[in-house]
């Protein structure tokens, strides 16, 4: 079983430059979520999905946009990197009714 | 004012000690709460669940107290391997959508 995985696991990106991060959950899990960690700001909510074809704005959606075309997968777009969005990247994901996240391992993007 | 605050730390800890981390929060309608503990450059994984007044889990006692909001964290006969940082997280209400603290970083010395 291998939970939440996401890909890839680190990249560096020239500010412009466009990207897509995907998480894929196993666990047929309705809820899916993107986050950014930064030292001294914590886990912060970028977008996140109740189901399939839907999405939400989160905490910090600015320069982000998502997409959730099957249940089992999140994509996170980044269409011009800018130096700000140097950043640890988790994905996460729930069961409808339930509050406990499961968080893939991470994917660290610089933005030079 | 964060919504969830957390004492940073770090509290450096010789093994087998008592720690207690406390952590407030400013969402009166928050119903549920959580421990996560993040291991340096890695995810977050639940630690514990607090729903009600506490809960335990052998060295781990979770505590809420509505009144005063917030919720404390306690380590006993800490191991080396707890050395970690520890988030504190409440439940928004809507969405399914969890509102983290900064966390308290933990190293436990032997």
């Known amino acids: 079983n291998a939970g939440v995985t996401q890909t890839p696991k680190f990249r560096v990106l020239k500010t412009g430059q466009s990207m897509t991060l995907l998480c894929a959950q196993d666990m047929n899990h309705e809820y899916m979520y993107w986050y950014r960690q930064d030292p001294g700001m914590g886990l912060r909510l970028i977008h996140y999905s109740v189901g399939e074809g839907t999405t939400a704005k989160g905490e910090v959606p600015d320069g982000y946009n998502v997409s959730r075309l099957k249940k089992q997968n999140f994509l996170l777009g980044l269409e011009s990197a800018a130096p700000s969005q140097t950043s640890v990247y988790f994905c996460?994901?729930?069961?409808?009714?339930?509050?406990?996240?499961?968080f893939g391992p991470g994917t660290r993007l610089l933005v030079l | 004012r964060k919504e969830v605050e957390q004492d940073p730390g770090p509290f450096n800890v010789p093994e087998g000690a008592t720690v207690a981390f406390n952590c407030t929060y400013s969402n009166s309608a928050s119903q549920s709460f959580f421990w996560y503990r993040q291991d340096c450059r890695k995810e977050p994984k639940l630690l514990m669940s607090?729903?009600?007044?506490?809960n335990e889990d052998g060295r781990f006692t979770a505590q809420l107290n509505r009144a005063s909001q917030y919720i404390s964290l306690l380590i006993r006969d800490s191991k080396l391997s707890d050395s970690a940082t520890y988030l504190c997280v409440a439940h928004a209400g809507n969405n399914r959508k969890l509102i983290w603290g900064l966390g308290t970083s933990l190293a436990v010395n032997p």
């Open positions: 996460a994901s729930t069961i409808a009714g339930k509050e406990t996240q499961y």
């Open positions: 607090v729903y009600s007044s506490g």
